[in-house]
């Protein structure tokens, strides 16, 4: 099943102004029911951008947009994701547990359904023990460990990760990348993920789309196939070989295969992603 397809799709902020942006253009993706993809490009190229489409939180300019079958703004109002950005975006004056009810509350669900939902998600992302706790008494990963118990709370289909780990220390970031896997292939649950870490990427990812400075426009996708994750996975010559490969997308140079040897000096290669 198609967890989101876009088709052409295109964003212009301020149309018709002298102030007119245009954000992305042409792009076309499809994330598969339980994928895991990255969005990965410079500073500015809308990966943002694209993210708050799909979230139906702004609306495209031009092409269509889907999510599980629908159109974008009833995949929200049915909801169909969650969504947790780079600041975990916590209440202060709620407690853990009820923070993560949060989404559950806005859906009418009934106080003990919520409050059994929430408990089994703060375990998933080895919170149990702090659920009458405060934000303010938790470390900035495990802020960021309850924001992705909420996002996920409601069981969406689709979770949408905006840099939720940029803030964090290296060792930190790499469990939450574990928990992150783990809890997604518990779930059953497709991610669309933005990071600026090649090697983020590469480790979470099945795709990873590879986007141009703006217009932002899909340059390429990489298929990472490193099998289950592990520690070894991070040593492994397949994860280093998918760093290069993105690395080169995002310099806008082929890999070069046997049958090309000068494919390095072709700057420009495009690839549709699909
Ligand atoms: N609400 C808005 N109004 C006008 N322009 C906007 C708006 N939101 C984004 N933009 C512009 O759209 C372009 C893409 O922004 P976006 O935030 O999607 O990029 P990004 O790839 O996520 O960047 P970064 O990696 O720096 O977070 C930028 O030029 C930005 O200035």
Redo the contacts with the bound molecule.
Sequence with gaps: MTAVALSGVG?V??AGRA?Q?V??TGVDLTVDSGQFVSLI????????????LVADL?QPTSGTLTVAGKPARKARLDQEYGIAFQQAGLFEWRTVLRNVELPLELRGTGRRERKRRAEEMLELVGLADFTGHYPAQLSGGMQQRVAIARALAVHPLLLLM??PFGALDEMTRERLQDELLRICAQTGTSTIF?T?SIPEAVYLSDRVVV?SP?P?RITDVIEIDLGPRSEATRQSAGFFAGITKVRRALRGTPAPTSSSPSASSSASAEVTAS
């Design positions: 964003k902020f301020n102030d942006v954000a992305l490009g410079p500073s500015g190229c809308g990966k943002s951008t694209l993210l708050r702004i905006d840099e933005v600026h986007m703006r932002g």
